[in-house]
Structure formats: C-alpha cells, structure tokens
C-alpha cells in the first residue's frame, strides 16, 4: 500500500527547453519531526525510486530512521517524488521536453513553498545525486552538506550510450520496461558480482542458467509496478544530468557551492565511475571535499546493498 502523499501545486513553471507548463504537482513525504522544529535532510531518489525513504517499505531503511545514521528522532527527513515518476499517479509522456535541471528547480520551489531557507544536508543515489548537484549550483548556500552517493555532476559519454539502448529498448521492445530492466542490471552490477552469484549455476525447473532467471525476474518485477512513460522520463533525467554543458564554467560552479561536500563513490562502478568522481575530488581540493570509496564486488547497486561501509561513512556528518 502506498502512504497518503502531500502535495506542493506549482504554478507557471517553464522548463529549461521553453515548456510551459500551466500547473505541476510535486508530492513528498516528510518522516521525523514537524517542519520548522529540527534540521532538514532533503533526500532524493534513484531512477525506480520514490519519497518512500524509511520504515517497512523504505527503500534507504537501513540508513534512515529512528536510531539510524540519518536519526529521524533528530532529523526532518524531506523527500520529494519526482513528477512522473508515477508514485503519485502523475504521467508525464513529453520526456524529451525535460532536463535533470528541471527537477531541481522543482524540487526547489518546493522548498521555497514549505518555508525552508536551509538543509543540514542533501543527499541522493545515482540519478538523486545528480539532482543534488543541480541544486547546490543553482542554490549554492542550500544545503550545510551535499552528499551525492554513487553519481557524479554529469552524465559521461559512456552513461548517455547506456540511455539510449535503454531508450530504444522502451520504444521497440514488445516487453519495454521488462527488457530494459534486464539490460540495465548489466550496468548496475559486475562480472565479478554475477560470478560470486551464480557460479553457472542452472535452475532445473526452468532449464535455464540461474543469472538468466534472475534477469527475467528483475525485468517482471519492474514491470509489474513501473509504466513505460515513468521509465523514459527517468531515462531522459539520468542522460541529461549536467551542471554546465560548457566544460570552462564548470569549475567556477562548482567551487561556488557553500556546502560541505562529501564525495561516495564505489570502486567497482560501471555506471558512475569512481575515477570520474576522484577527478571532481581533484578539482574542488580537500579544503572544499572529501571523497569516499565504497569496496565492493557489486558495482553501481553497491549503494543499496553495502550498507555498512555507507553507514560508517555518513555516521561522522550525521553525528
């Protein structure tokens, strides 16, 4: 069952390509305390994720909730759906029309509509990190901490090849969101994770390899509760990610983010590379960074499945 959401109504809103968009609502849950009585965390979601962030179906449980690394005894945890996303029910099927930026612009006048002037932290995984990123440039005294967790501040070349097969996956497939799921995976794990896993194991029942099955069962799953539009927009937001197209302004933009920023990557991350994110670590300097690298055989889902490397990493900024 999906919890009772609140909703922000957006009026007027244009999108970076010129779209004019009359009225626009943004849903959000808020767990810990009331507004206005504790420090906000904003947390943003992945591509197949959503505002449910902690308790039973929390999708980041482990790390959010009460007596957790991210303690929502002492924390307003803030986390917005991203319009389209389908949690809501809202439908969006113009995704070419939008960009990773314009969700952070929504997702700031969503702040701005709730009366918040400042985050103790801003974290995301993935396509929310990059959301994360967009923010803090177009908001550079947003947010005390910015905590991008396996993503980066663009999307690289290799990143946009991997869109568009999924994009063409989507419009041609006759089981679109099935067979994306089942591609996608290949980037979010490793060769290495797959062989710990599954040793060419078969499944007798179904004559099949044991990867395969577990292949077309991650591809139902997803297509039992994620609609082809959500997908394409998600799909479109992830390939879009970029601060500045001009590569010359983007040292400037980012070094003008007032926040502390905490740089998770993971050693084995084939979507997200860590080398991408050491170079940024590079680029902002220790005094305005700090970078962090999570060990691990499972690739880009290692940021949903190390849970105690990530906890000991955050527990110092949360504490």
Known sequence: MKPA????????????????IDSISLSYELFGPALGTAPVVLVNHALTGNSTVCGAAGWWSDLIGPQKVIDTHKYSILAFNIPGNGYDGQQIENYKDWQCKDVARLFLEGLKALNIK???????????????????????????????VASDWKATDWLIANCLIQEKLLLNSSQPVHDARMHAMLCYRTPASFKARFKRTTNEALKIFNVESWLLHHGKKLQERFQVSSYLLMNQLLKSIAVDQNTENVRALLKSIKAQIHLVAVDSDLFFTAEENRETYMLLGSEKASYHEI????????????????????????N
Do not use: C, R
């Not at 889902?301 to 955050?314: M, R, T």
């Open 5 to 20: 959401l609140s909703h922000i109504q957006l009026l007027n809103f244009s999108t970076e390509k010129g779209n004019q």
């Open 118 to 148: 400042q985050l103790f932290a801003v974290i995301g995984g993935s396509l929310g990190g990059g959301i994360a990123w967009e923010m803090a440039v177009l908001a550079p005294n947003l947010t005390q901490h910015l905590i991008p």
């Open 295 to 318: 060990k691990s055989i499972h690739g880009h889902d290692a940021f949903l499945i190390e849970y105690k490397q990530l906890q000991k990493i955050l527990t110092p900024i949360f």
